[in-house]
Each structure stands twice: as structure tokens, then as C-alpha cells.
């Protein structure tokens, strides 16, 4: 890829961050003037919390998708963490000892994933699928159709209230500290830069001497790890454990990173576009709540997003590959 192909890419992204963010804050105004209750700090802290988990999961959902994979298990991942979570809190152990259970479960999950992918050369898609059945399938032989509803105090705590004086959850917390450190290793650090030459071309990347396999194993644990993470968040948000937590949340994620400007096919994506993408799918859940649409229609329209999404990055990468090819046969003709 030449200079001036990552030069038009950046440049494309940027428009589409841009399209992205006035896009968000005409929702927002739209939403305050329109619906009651809205604008209101209550309201706002409420929505900042149930978009916490599918806030989590974005960052290395959107490193993953870079690198040319995906993981539509990450909901059923996040349950089994709070399967785990839950079994162990109510076996009386220490709250340290089962949290790091549940983010060990996390990861164990993504490894899995992973090595089935680089080992058995599976597609990720098809390994994925089958261990969305997998994992919930584990959450529900550990803990049957029962859930665990007493929790720590620590952990209700953390679920329920507000940092400080301030009307922000500490269930966002996680998120917060999260997001700067994925963004500077994702354009910041040659780790990024290897990910996004996977994603560019993995043969190449592997000519040019990155452990690609590797790599990708990395990711999908870190993906997994996340998602336990989400899974605490969650079960300290909802003050409930059971293997049906975050049923369909795979969708959420998923439209938010396409949306958010990542390719399909890899090699670019900024995850500043995903957090502008994550805040406007965040917006319009909350509105669709206050104005009482129910969980299938929502669900329709974040369908209908997705699908948008992809049309649109599918046309961005058509448009960039015709406008590659057009330059080549020029200088051919010169």
C-alpha cells in the first residue's frame, strides 16, 4: 500500500468520525427537545451504565475485526464470567479470589477461541458460532436455570453508585480507564501497527517477520478477558448472576464497530470512530426506552444499523479498491 493510499484512508476515516460525531450531537439535541426526561442527570447516569459492558467489549472487538477476525461468542462469554463469578461468591470465597475466577474463565474462553482458529485453521466466524452455544451452554450446567442475587457489598457498591459528588456510574469506570490505554497501544505502539498489518495483508505481515498466529491468539484472549471483565461489571450492575445474562449483546457490539468505521475485511478502523459510534447506538437505545419501544423493535433497528454499517464500509473498501486501480492503469498509460 502506498503513502498515498494510507493518506486517503486516514482521510476517509477522519470524514466519517466527523459524520459520526455531528451525527451524535444532532441525536442528542433532537432527544432533549423531544423527549421528556431525557437531558436529565439521572437519565444520562443510567445510560452511561447499560452501555458499560457493550462499551467494554468494543475496544478489543474492534482490534479483533482489524486483524481480519471476530468473536460472536463475547455475550456468551460475559455470562459464563458471571456464572463463575456467581458460583464462587456464593461458595463464600474471598470477592478477589472470585473475581479473578471470572476473568480467568474470561480468558480461558478467548484462548480457546483462539486456538481453534490459528491451530485447526478454522474460520473465526464458524468457531465462534459454535462457542456461543459452548460457553452459555457451561454457564448452564455450572448454575442450571438458578442465579446468584446476593452479592458482596463491595460489589453492589460498585454497581450502584456514582463516582464522587458526581452523577457518573463507577460501573463506567472500567471503560474509562480502558479506552486510552487500547487507543495509544492500537495507533501509538508498533503492537498496533503490527495489528493493522495483519489485517492489511497476514501474509505479507508474516514475510515481513510478525508472529501473526501469535497475534491473533493474544487478541482473541484479550477479547475474552474483557468480556469477564464486562461480566462483573454486569452482574454488579443488575446484582444478578445466571447463564442467561446479555443475551443478543453480540449485535450491539458488532454494529458499533462496523459503524464506527472498521473494515470487514481488516486493515483499518480507528476506534475513535467506535466510541463516537458506541455513544450514538448508546443514545438511541435510551431514547427508544423513554418513548417505549420494546426490546424487538430496538433490536430491529440496531439490525438495520448494522446492516447499514456494512454497506457502508463494504462501499468505502470498493470505492478505495477502484480508486487504487484507476491510479495503476493511469501510471501504466504514462
Not at 439535541?29 to 437519565?43: G, I, K, L, Y
Request: glycine share 10%; proline share 3%; hydrophobic share 55%.
Amino acid at each position: 500500500m502506498t503513502s498515498l493510499d494510507v493518506r486517503s484512508r486516514l482521510a476517509g476515516l477522519a470524514k466519517w468520525e466527523s459524520i459520526l460525531a455531528i451525527t451524535t450531537i444532532l441525536v442528542f439535541v433532537w432527544a432533549w427537545q423531544r423527549t421528556e426526561n431525557f437531558a436529565s442527570a439521572f437519565n444520562l447516569s443510567q445510560a452511561a451504565a447499560g452501555m458499560a459492558e457493550r462499551a467494554l467489549i468494543v475496544l478489543p472487538m474492534a482490534l479483533l475485526i482489524v486483524a481480519r477476525e471476530i468473536d460472536v461468542s463475547v455475550a456468551s462469554t460475559l455470562a459464563l464470567s458471571s456464572v463463575v463469578l456467581g458460583v464462587s461468591v456464593r461458595a463464600e470465597h474471598p470477592l478477589v479470589v472470585s473475581l479473578a475466577l471470572a476473568l480467568a474463565a474470561g480468558a480461558a474462553g478467548g484462548c480457546v477461541n483462539g486456538m481453534l482458529v490459528t491451530r485447526l485453521r478454522l474460520p473465526a466466524l464458524v468457531v465462534t458460532l459454535g462457542t456461543i452455544a459452548l460457553f452459555r451452554g457451561l454457564g448452564y450446567v455450572i448454575l442450571g436455570n438458578a442465579s446468584v442475587n446476593l452479592l458482596p457489598p463491595a460489589l453492589n457498591d460498585f454497581g450502584l453508585d456514582t463516582i464522587g459528588a458526581t452523577q457518573i456510574p463507577w460501573t463506567i469506570a472500567p471503560f474509562l480507564v480502558a479506552a486510552p490505554i487500547f487507543y495509544v497501544v492500537a495507533h501509538f505502539t508498533p503492537v498496533g501497527r503490527r495489528i493493522y498489518a495483519i489485517g492489511g495483508s497476514p501474509d505479507v505481515a508474516r514475510y515481513t517477520g510478525v508472529p501473526v498466529d501469535r497475534y491473533r491468539v493474544w487478541l482473541f484472549a484479550i477479547t475474552g478477558f474483557m468480556c469477564a471483565v464486562a461480566g462483573i461489571v454486569f452482574t454488579a450492575r443488575t446484582a444478578n448472576a445466571r447463564a442467561n445474562n446479555a443475551l443478543g449483546m453480540e449485535l450491539d457490539v458488532i454494529t458499533v464497530v462496523f459503524l464506527g468505521g472498521v473494515s470487514m475485511t481488516g486493515g483499518r478502523g480507528r476506534l475513535s470512530g467506535v466510541v463516537w459510534a458506541l455513544v450514538l447506538v448508546g443514545l438511541l437505545r435510551n431514547v427508544m426506552t423513554l418513548n417505549r419501544i420494546n426490546g424487538n423493535d430496538q433490536g430491529t433497528v440496531i439490525g438495520m444499523l448494522l446492516i447499514g454499517s456494512l454497506l457502508l464500509t463494504n462501499g468505502a473498501d470498493r470505492l478505495i479498491s477502484w480508486n487504487r486501480r484507476r491510479r495503476f492503469i493511469a501510471a501504466d498509460q504514462r
